[in-house]
Every structure is written in structure tokens, then in C-alpha cells.
């Protein structure tokens, strides 16, 4: 059982009255301070940090290719519930140095590692996290590594391992995504050549041209969504991710496709899986295999929804997950 935490850190007097909650949302919402934080083998950390100073941490993981920019459809409803938001950007993206094993034995757990290292860095202990897609895994990692700190994990739209026993990876994924793993499975100097030639377009792209450039992996429902503000920040978030060129893609990926250095049977913490039918990018099977395999997880397979389009529902997944902190 762990601690119960309700939506303390909005002031009462503003809890009844929209109008003021609006206003304090905005005040709170209008600062993103960004700092790096020194790992213990010399690395910078590239951490944005947004929301009520009070506020329970919410370590966000982000997806494959982005990194650490403001995210308002993340950052309004954790405001609104309390949460401060922490995200960094792995390493080799934004401003994030590169992990000089990368290429061959660093491993998903390790970005627990690092995440303890930044909580340290900001004063804070425990915690709640949310990985999406890329950063599904990294969620899990904390789930696993730091049972005494991290309280509650959810896995949105997340992979799930190289090793998962009597799944095929690839099965259902778009044209681009079977490639990129096939790339992978050469090598880091065929991964680097695919990414360079296929890659640096989408950590260039526009908001506009986003959606071209991920023609093959987004069904319907995910294009209708990849406009306005969504669009714009991932946009925003693969460019800034491309800022070292494809160094932080390739070693994500190369992580992912070797063991990930935890036992997903063995977690305790509270876990949560949340996927689309829809998904072209991480197909609906990994998230089934994910349910029945994360100790104790608890499942939300979403009918009709897709990769991207399953952020809208942010103010949902988030509940869920301080449910499983107050449970």
C-alpha cells in the first residue's frame, strides 16, 4: 500500500472558482525552468521542469526520436492535479551528452539510473512516471529498479522487450518501422546510415511536414490528431531531439533491441499499460504481451485509437495513475 496523495498542491481558494484555477493554471504553467544535471560518469542531463513547486513528481519518459520540450497537453492536467512535471532528454538528444557504451552494452535499465540522478539533483524522492512509446520501456525500468522511490508506472503505447517470448516485434508495424528494426538488426553502422538517410528528414520536419514524413505509420485517427498544438509539439520535440544529429535515435534503438536489464515479472509497483487498436507505430500486440507479462499490471486497450491520437486522452491516463499511488 503506498502513500495516498489527493490534489493537494492547488490552493483551496481556487479549487471552486474555474476562474481563478484558470488563472493559477497559467501563472504555474508560465515557467519551464531548464537546467543541466552531472551524472556520476561526467554526462549532462538536459531536464525541463514545469508545475507547483509542492507538487508530487511526475518524471515524464518521451518517445523515439524526441526530447525535452514544454508539452502542454502533459503539463496543463498534471498541473491541475498536483503534479510537477520533470522531463529530460535522453542521452545523445537536445543538449543530453551521448553514452559512450551506447553502441554496446548500455541498456534501458540504465536510464533509471539516470533518472534517480536527476530526482537527487532537483531534492526530490519519490515519484510517479509516465513513458510513452520509446519511453514506455524507460517507465517500466524505474518500476522495476527504484521500488523503494518510484510509486506508480504507467507504459503508454511502450515496446515491448527483444526477448518477448512468442511475440513477433514487428507483425502489424508500418513500412518504416520494420525497416528501422531490420536496420538495427545489421548493426549500429547500417542503423546510422539507415538513420542519416531516413531519419534526419523527420528531426527537420515542420509541423506541417510531419505528417508526410510518418506517412506509412499513422492510420486515420492519427492523422486527424497531428494538428494544431499536438503537431506542433512533435514537431518541436523531434527537431530539438535531432539537435546531435541521429546520435540519441540510434542509441535508443539500439538499446531497445537488446536485454533491457530488469525482470518485468518481478516488478511491484503499481504498473499500468495503456495502447490503441489503431497503433501502426507499436502495434496493439505489444501492449497485450506487456499486460499479460509486467507483474501485477493492469490493462487499458483502448478500441480506436492510435499511437498519437491516445495522448488526448491525457487527463484519463493520468487519473489512473494516481489511483494506483492512493490504492
Not at 177 to 201: I, K, M, Q, R
Not at 213 to 237: F, I, K, Q, W
Not at 319 to 325: A, E, G, Q, Y
Request: aromatic share 6%.
Amino acid at each position: 500500500m503506498g502513500p495516498r496523495y489527493a490534489r493537494v498542491c492547488v490552493p483551496v481558494a481556487v479549487r471552486a472558482d474555474p476562474h481563478a484555477r484558470s488563472a493559477w493554471l497559467h501563472e504555474v504553467m508560465a515557467h519551464h525552468d531548464t537546467q543541466l544535471v552531472r551524472t556520476a560518469d561526467g554526462r549532462d542531463l538536459e531536464v525541463l521542469v514545469t508545475g507547483p513547486a509542492d507538487g508530487l513528481p511526475l518524471v515524464f519518459h518521451h518517445g523515439t526520436p524526441q526530447a525535452a520540450v514544454p508539452f502542454g497537453i502533459l503539463e496543463r492536467p498534471a498541473t491541475e492535479r498536483g503534479l510537477r512535471t520533470i522531463t529530460y532528454s535522453r542521452p545523445g538528444y537536445g543538449r543530453s551528452t551521448p553514452r559512450t557504451d551506447a553502441a554496446t552494452t548500455a541498456t534501458v535499465g540504465d536510464d533509471a539510473a539516470d533518472t534517480a540522478t536527476v530526482l537527487d539533483a532537483l531534492g526530490h524522492d519519490t515519484f510517479v512516471t509516465l513513458g510513452w512509446s520509446g519511453g514506455g520501456p524507460r517507465a517500466l525500468a524505474c518500476a522495476a529498479l527504484l521500488p523503494g522511490r518510484c510509486l506508480a508506472a504507467t507504459s503508454g503505447v511502450g515496446i515491448a522487450p527483444p526477448d518477448a517470448d512468442g511475440l513477433d516485434l514487428t507483425a502489424g508495424m508500418g513500412p518504416e518501422n520494420v525497416a528501422e528494426y531490420a536496420a538495427t538488426a545489421a548493426g549500429p553502422d547500417a542503423l546510422t546510415a539507415f538513420l542519416e538517410e531516413h531519419g534526419t528528414p523527420v528531426l527537420r520536419a515542420t509541423a506541417d511536414e510531419i505528417v508526410s514524413e510518418l506517412s506509412g505509420l499513422l492510420p486515420p485517427v492519427d492523422r486527424a490528431a497531428m494538428t494544431g498544438e499536438l503537431g506542433d509539439y512533435l514537431a518541436a520535440a523531434s527537431r530539438h531531439a535531432g539537435s546531435q544529429g541521429i546520435v540519441g535515435w540510434r542509441d535508443d534503438d539500439l538499446t531497445h533491441t537488446r536485454a533491457w536489464g530488469f525482470d518485468l515479472g518481478a516488478i511491484e509497483v503499481p504498473t499500468a499499460v495503456w495502447q490503441g487498436t489503431e497503433d501502426l507505430m507499436v502495434p496493439f500486440a505489444h501492449a497485450q504481451w506487456l499486460a499479460a507479462n509486467v507483474a501485477g499490471a493492469r490493462a487499458h486497450l483502448v478500441e480506436g485509437e492510435g499511437h498519437v491520437s491516445l495522448l488526448m486522452r491525457m487527463g484519463d491516463i493520468l487519473d489512473d495513475l494516481l489511483s494506483m499511488v492512493r490504492r
